[in-house]
Every structure is written in C-alpha cells, then in structure tokens.
C-alpha cells in the first residue's frame, strides 16, 4: 500500500492557478505512469516514463505537463485547467514497460477544477 | 485494437456465496490478462494475472481467474464472498503483437461488487 505514494491527496484549483501533484515510488522499479479516472469512464492512460524518458503522450493538452526527473519521482504539473479536468488522477510503477509487468498504483489526488 | 469489456456494471452477491465478476476481451494477437480491484479513496491493487500456462490463475485474497480463449474471457471468481470485498473490479488486457517497447494496459470500465452481509 505505501509502495506508490502521492501528495496531495485533495487539490481544490482556480481555472487560473498553477499547482503540481506528486508521485514517488519506493519499489525500485524503472516505469512510472499517470493516468486519469473519471466516473463511468475506464481509465485513461495518460504517460509513461522509461527510465525517466517520456515513452508516451497519449494526446493529452498541454495544460498537463509531465517531469520525470528520477525514476522513484514523477510529477504532475497544472496549469488553466477546465472543469472537465475535474477527475482522481493515479500514478502508477511497474518493474518495466513490458507487458507481462503488473502495474503498482498509489491512491491518487482528487482534484477539483472550480 | 485491443478492448476490454465488463458486461457488468453492478454485482450484488451474498455472503458466502460463489461471485463472479465477468470480463470479455479483444485482441488482435494473444492477450495478458490482469485484474485490480480499488477500495474507497484508494488506488488500483493488483490481484492476479494471465501471461501464460495454466488457464486458472490464482491470486491474492483467495481471487481466481480463469482464462477461456475460445470464449475470449477472464471472469473472476471467488468460492466465498466477504463482506470487505466489496469494491471495484477492474479487468485490464494488454496485446503480445504490440509487446515491443511501450504496451498500453487497457482497462474496462470497472464492475462494482457489493456483498451483502
């Protein structure tokens, strides 16, 4: 449960604020992804980060952008987000991008775009 | 493309009773196969995963899963349901022909189990 860990866990947001959201991962593994959840919609898969290197930009806006600096941290960073934005966004580790790897989760920010 | 599909949305089942939360795919090669469950104001727990061999696989929390090639599903199963499993289940399927570098886990919409005392 505490292998992925994120800060905050609630972030109440202006459209025209700019706020980051954190993710570290205490499992030693080399991917690190963000993904965004929102009610009756399955997950979508948001980056993925290799080794530190972006992998993949699943056409996501540029209002979120993404730093990796090492591979135990990710961040998220916001700025003039929508209210559509509005939404549970999980970073997740696995050992590597490869497909036989299980994704670990943290338990998420909720944020809220007003 | 792959996809995922969970026919369900809710599923009410006693205590003690069998469960099965039921998971169909498609993919264009051969699938891995995984499923998560995410309690309240928590993140997505792994439970168990197919990649290859036996088509009952056997997870966390006394979970099971079994994978049927000719049906193209992944229903999970549970002898005995608890109260405390009560949550959200969540199947997920990756493609073999696209396990090159970069391989999209992609999820269904989720099943939401409820276990009646």
């Known amino acids: 449960e505490t292998g992925v860990t994120q800060t905050p866990r609630h972030l109440v947001m202006g459209m025209t604020n700019k706020k980051s959201l954190k993710c570290e991962q205490h499992?030693?593994?080399?991917?690190m992804y963000w993904y965004k959840q929102s009610a009756k919609k399955p997950l979508e898969l948001m980056f993925v980060?290799?080794?530190?290197?972006?992998?993949e930009n699943n056409s996501v806006p540029s209002r979120f952008s993404p730093e990796c600096p090492n591979s135990s941290h990710l961040f998220l960073h916001l700025h003039t987000l929508q209210p559509e934005d509005s939404a549970l966004y999980l970073c997740a580790s696995s050992q590597a991008v490869g497909a036989t790897y299980e994704q670990y989760f943290g338990p998420g920010t909720r944020l809220t775009v007003t | 493309a792959q996809s995922v599909a969970q026919p369900e949305d809710q599923v009410n089942v006693a205590e003690g009773n069998p469960l099965t939360v039921k998971c169909t795919y498609s993919v264009s090669g051969n699938p891995y196969l995984f499923w998560y469950v995410q309690y309240p104001n928590r993140g997505l727990q792994f439970l168990l995963k197919y990649i290859t061999g036996d088509n009952l696989v056997k997870g966390s929390y006394g979970f099971e899963a079994e994978f049927n090639k000719s049906q193209t599903s992944f229903h999970l199963k549970k002898p005995s349901a608890l109260v405390s499993d009560s949550a959200l289940y969540f199947c997920a399927v990756r493609d073999i022909l696209r396990n090159s570098g970069n391989t999209p886990l992609v999820f269904g919409k989720g099943t939401r189990l409820s276990v009646i005392a």
């Open positions: 980060y290799n080794f530190k290197e972006q992998t």
């Open positions: 499992l030693g593994h080399n991917a």
